[in-house]
């Protein structure tokens, strides 16, 4: 006699389903816990230091509009050829200088949308990192809690955040620093050698391999991380130490909170069923 549907056993989610409900829960979350923690500690300082790097732009383009001026009335003294003319030099100059100052790129107002952008990208990255942390809980096998998890977060927090900025620390608006696909690709064999290290130095058992993971710890530091060719920054540098430390209080609690909410939905969705 077939079972009735009402009487058919629930099908438990497959491991993908469970990896993707584990970061999404765990992401949202932290994305938002970290979006709390940088209005609190670090906006204020990136403000601050927006104001400095505005005022240090804007000295050029005073400057420039001054002799833009000079130059204007310059030729009005020699106005000859007609008001057409001088028209067309005119608007060709003003393209110019609108195009010369023009620094491009949209960026969110001030206010309710530029927070609205910042929970967005917050949550899309804690997602993202969610699902990094929910696979290799998943490859690992080993049973998980929300303690473990919060071991899990600590490591991720020492691979993604303390390791590069080691060698790259925040930086506020207004600094000099060094190409940004040199920076990334830095950033990249920073996070892959110390994430490498660390599994070594816990899982592995001869002493020839943790060795070499102390090795591997110190080579992206050895190497140097790429710099710019001028060092220089608008902002005064305490203010860029406050805001390496926000950021690093800041990281820490999103890490250790991702990692335990990771390990926490883990179980949970890995019983159910």
Same mark, same amino acid.
């Given at each position: ?189 920073? *996070?892959?050698?110390? %994430?490498? +290290?660390? =599994?070594? $130095? #816990?899982?592995?058992?001869?002493? /020839?391999?943790? !060795? @070499? ?15 710019? *060719?001028?060092?220089? %920054?608008? +902002?005064? =540098?305490? $203010? #860029?130490?406050?805001?390496?430390? /926000?950021?690093? !209080? @800041? ?15 883990? *179980? ?6």
């Amino acid at each position: 006699m077939p079972l009735s549907p009402a009487a058919a056993p629930a099908r438990r989610p497959g491991v993908f389903n469970r990896i993707v409900a584990t970061a999404a829960g765990a992401g949202i979350v932290a994305g938002l816990l970290l979006t709390g923690m940088q209005h609190l500690q670090v906006t204020e300082l990136i403000r601050t230091a927006e104001t400095y790097e505005a005022a240090a732009q804007a000295a050029p383009v005073a400057a420039h509009a001054h002799d833009h001026a000079d130059e204007h009335e310059h030729g009005n003294e020699h106005a000859h050829a007609g008001a057409p003319e001088h028209e067309h030099a005119a608007a060709a100059a003003h393209e110019h200088r609108g195009e010369e100052h023009h620094h491009g790129g949209w960026e969110p107002a001030p206010g309710g949308e530029r927070l609205f952008y910042t929970v967005l990208a917050n949550i899309s990255m804690a997602v993202g990192y969610a699902l990094l942390l929910a696979a290799a809980l998943t490859l690992r096998g080993k049973p998980v809690d929300w303690r473990a998890g919060l071991l899990w977060g600590g490591a991720a927090y020492l691979v993604f955040f303390v390791a590069p900025s080691l060698g790259l620390p925040p930086e506020l608006p207004g600094t000099q620093a060094a190409p940004v696909v040199a920076r990334q690709s830095w950033w990249i064999a920073t *996070a892959g050698a110390t %994430a490498t +290290a660390l =599994a070594l $130095l #816990a899982w592995s058992r001869h002493w /020839a391999l943790k !060795l @070499a993971a102390l090795a591997l710890l110190a080579v992206p530091h050895l190497v140097g991380a790429p710099q710019p *060719a001028v060092h220089g %920054a608008v +902002a005064p =540098a305490a $203010l #860029a130490r406050e805001f390496v430390v /926000a950021s690093a !209080l @800041a990281n820490a609690a999103f890490w250790l909170a991702l990692g335990a909410l990771t390990g926490w939905l883990h *179980a949970r969705f890995n019983r159910a069923g």
